[in-house]
């Protein structure tokens, strides 16, 4: 199967306008609505109606979604790679997640209803995503150690019968990420986390990072786990130190400012 072309980056704003975005950005601090949505933007940028919180660690290199990130080479070119197409039917549907969630005895702590959902037109390119996000999120090394919480699958049926979940985990294609995530930009290559939707983009998903090489199932737990954080109310963070293992709400799609790469948050 063929590679898939990278569509042409957005043009970014020059001069006045451009430190006008700087500005817009470093005040918003992180993304409204935890997550992207209530706590943080997406890899990158943030709304500007987030609440502010404590700006990331400048960055020499423009940074885009989660900032306005620029289509650099952040991308790795992984033997899992596929075509994925950049629209889908714009409409995403509750799927049945395999495996079970934590038990109220294991997991006491405060509840974090969610359902996972896949874009119509992408469901091949999304094969395994579903039970690997209820992965992520039962991993003892995961948010529910870090932050003392349980999540807990809201099914299509009780979604049918208008259970509401607090974090949607939709899987979409560069279009539908751009269009949910705005005004953030994802240029067709970033995720995000804005107005209660965990946003992850199919592009990202099979591509992955150069910062974590071949090491694509590394970085796609990273790359849920960054994103459920900011759905949590965690915005992002600087790299503690040179060869540190990498905080969870660092950039590390963009850059590991002398980290190591590390994708969960305990």
């Known amino acids: 199967m063929s590679m898939p072309t990278a569509r042409l980056a957005r043009p970014r704003p020059t001069g006045i306008a451009a430190a006008t975005v700087a500005f817009l950005l470093a005040v918003s601090g992180c993304a409204a609505g935890g997550g992207d949505?209530?706590?943080?933007?997406?890899?990158?940028?943030?709304?500007?109606?987030?609440t502010p919180t404590a700006p990331a660690t400048p960055?020499?290199?423009?940074?885009?979604?989660?900032?306005?990130?620029?289509?650099?080479?952040?991308?790795?070119?992984?033997?899992a790679a596929q075509d994925v197409p950049e629209s889908g039917s714009g409409r995403t549907t509750v799927v049945t997640l395999p495996g079970q969630d934590s038990s109220p005895q294991d997991r006491p702590g405060r509840v974090v209803r969610y359902t996972v959902e896949i874009e119509g037109g992408l469901e091949k390119v999304a094969a395994g995503f579903p039970e690997a996000v209820r992965g992520y999120l039962t991993d003892d090394r995961g948010w529910e150690t870090r932050d003392g919480v349980r999540f807990e699958d809201v099914s299509a049926e009780e979604r049918k019968q208008g259970v509401e979940p607090d974090i949607r985990i939709m899987f979409a294609s560069p279009d539908l990420v751009d269009a949910k995530c705005a005004p953030l930009r994802t240029n067709g290559r970033l995720s995000c986390h804005h107005a209660g939707k965990v946003m992850v983009n199919a592009w990202?998903?099979?591509?992955?990072?150069?910062?974590?090489?071949?090491?694509?199932?590394?970085?796609?737990?990273?790359?849920?786990?960054?994103?459920?954080?900011?759905?949590?109310g965690h915005g992002h963070v600087a790299c503690p130190g040179r060869g540190e293992k990498a905080p969870i709400m660092l950039q590390q799609t963009l850059r590991l400012d002398g980290c190591l790469p590390h994708p969960y948050p305990a």
């Open 37 to 50: 949505e209530t706590a943080a933007a997406p890899e990158g940028a943030q709304p500007i109606t987030a």
């Open 204 to 232: 990202r998903w099979v591509h992955g990072s150069k910062n974590y090489g071949e090491d694509l199932d590394a970085y796609r737990t990273y790359l849920v786990n960054h994103e459920v954080g900011h759905s949590l």
């Open 59 to 79: 960055s020499p290199k423009p940074t885009g979604p989660d900032g306005e990130a620029e289509k650099d080479g952040t991308e790795v070119q992984t033997s």
